[in-house]
């Protein structure tokens, strides 16, 4: 009475319990498993369990489900996806009775479960747009379905993720009877997240193609801005959700990694010392300030910044806690008014992934005295702080490249410096301060020169 029809690729884990189900019920006359060259034991297990194989010429649903419909023996033909063990009891008799009683010609399933992201974000806006009549459908793309061979004959199947759109759309430009049923509860496996832009792509193009079959669409202007909306908010919410997944944590280098200051190092070690202690306590513009320390650093070689350099000590056990946390798959950070060429130093030797400081102008090898800002330390029009020139205009813009969430986002910082960046990420660790309101600002202070702590909060 009815053939039940399954493409497959690599479902060894289900396929056997699949067939079984569907041979054991009274209904079925025959199942067919359209095998797409599975590399593990699909087929054999299929054959086993008393399914009659297909191997697909083309990999591809759409090409698997035409095949399929030609060597389908009955009139009444059921697809089920290969992947879900178990289906509902009922699964069978709720696609095939309306056929059966011809009170339909092309069946739906639907399940308990909320409809994916695609569903919601791109297909059923865009039903909405092209065919309003098909909008109530609550899983346009639903795999599940059952229908007359009569009508799948006639259909044109797209050979990517649009088939199943596809095929409720043509239906429904036949002039087929259609109806929706709820099989119940499934457990269905969710697509990998990289999968999801193809697979909005494809069923973009899928609804768009059958309302448009014409090469060139010359689609009224209403229909391109909501076409470019639900495209805007699918990418939004995908990049939302992927950044609830990211984790970050940034370090200040001066009294932080280092144990000292690495201008107060240099102002020791050329003999201004007390012109930096000067412009400390009469400069209180920070733009400024970074500028004017700059010039004291005017003539010196690269070679005699590095020397400086090595002889700070950067506090012990660093590499290793840097280590586990990357291994937790945290991105790891310098967030530094210091100088580039110092942080990327600390960034390789920590094993860190990026870098943000002042650009120290250098020329044939030495020092100009100039410092280039960088634009991330800036406010924006996003910025979430008062500050013109600020770390946390850094974070946010880390946040941003490595779609991170501002909450999901450590920061390790020492002074008055670090009050705002340590206020907006969602933990802000005090390392070894004497300032006391970055103490009470913090989620932690650490007292010692150790960073293990932080393996307890990441």
Same mark, same amino acid.
């Given at each position: 009475?009815?053939t039940?029809?399954?493409p ?17 019920? &009274? ?9 797409? !060259? ?5 087929? #054999? ?10 191997? #697909? ?11 399929g ?16 063990? +178990? ?25 308990a ?21 098909? #909008? ?46 709820n ?5 269905n496996? #969710? ?13 973009? %193009? ?8 014409? &090469?060139e ?18 990418? !939004? ?5 992927? =950044? ?35 412009? %400390? ?25 590095? !020397? ?7 506090? =012990? ?20 008014? =210091? ?11 920590i094993g ?21 800002? &960088? ?23 880390a ?19 670090d ?12 390392? =070894? ?9 913090a989620?932690i ?7 293990? +702590?932080?393996l307890?909060?990441?």
């Amino acid at each position: 009475m009815v053939t039940v029809i399954i493409p497959t690729l690599n479902e060894a884990k289900t396929i056997g319990n699949i067939v079984q189900f569907c041979i054991q019920n &009274p209904l079925v006359s025959e199942v067919i498993v359209v095998d797409d !060259n599975s590399e593990d034991e699909t087929v #054999s297990l299929a054959e086993a369990a008393g399914a009659r194989i297909i191997n #697909s010429k083309i990999r591809g649903k759409g090409i698997s489900m035409k095949e399929g419909i030609q060597e389908a023996k009955q009139d009444i033909v059921i697809f089920l996806d290969g992947d879900i063990d +178990p289906y509902p009891t009922d699964t069978i008799e709720l696609l095939a009775t309306p056929l059966i009683r011809n009170e339909a010609d092309f069946v739906k399933a639907t399940f308990a479960r909320n409809a994916g992201r695609v569903t919601e974000l791109v297909a059923k806006p865009l039903l909405n747009i092209y065919y309003p009549g098909l #909008s109530a459908f609550s899983q346009p793309l639903s795999g599940m379905i059952s229908g007359r061979k009569k009508f799948f004959n006639r259909i044109e199947f797209f050979n990517d993720y649009g088939v199943d759109i596809g095929i409720l759309i043509d239906m429904y430009l036949m002039k087929a009877r259609i109806t929706e049923v709820n099989i119940g509860y499934i457990e269905n496996k #969710s697509k990998p997240w990289e999968s999801l832009g193809k697979m909005s792509r494809e069923v973009s %193009r899928a609804i768009i193609a059958k309302a448009q079959p014409q &090469p060139e669409l010359n689609l009224p202007e209403e229909e391109i801005s909501s076409i470019e909306s639900i495209q805007r908010e699918m990418h !939004n919410t995908l990049k939302e959700d992927l =950044s609830r997944r990211h984790k970050l944590i940034v370090f200040d280098l001066d009294n932080i990694i280092f144990k000292g200051s690495f201008i107060d190092e240099c102002a020791a070690s050329f003999g201004f010392t007390r012109q930096l202690e000067e412009l %400390r306590f009469n400069e209180k513009d920070p733009i400024i300030l970074t500028k004017r320390i700059g010039l004291l650093l005017k003539g010196k070689s690269i070679d005699d910044l590095l !020397n400086v350099l090595s002889k700070i000590e950067m506090v =012990s056990g660093i590499q290793s806690v840097v280590q586990a946390l990357k291994e937790r798959e945290y991105i790891v950070g310098v967030i530094s008014f =210091s100088y580039l060429l110092i942080a990327n130093y600390v960034r390789q030797m920590i094993g860190g992934d990026f870098a943000y400081a002042n650009q120290l102008g250098l020329y044939e090898g030495k020092a100009t005295g100039e410092v280039n800002l &960088p634009s991330y330390f800036f406010a924006s029009p996003d910025s979430i702080c008062g500050h013109a020139y600020c770390k946390t205009n850094a974070l946010q813009y880390a946040c941003d490249k490595y779609n991170v969430l501002l909450k999901n986002c450590i920061v390790v910082g020492y002074d008055r410096e670090d009050r705002c960046i340590l206020a907006h990420a969602g933990k802000g660790v005090a390392f =070894s301060t004497i300032d006391e309101l970055l103490g009470k600002i913090a989620y932690i202070t650490i007292r010692e020169k150790t960073f293990k +702590p932080l393996l307890d909060i990441a």
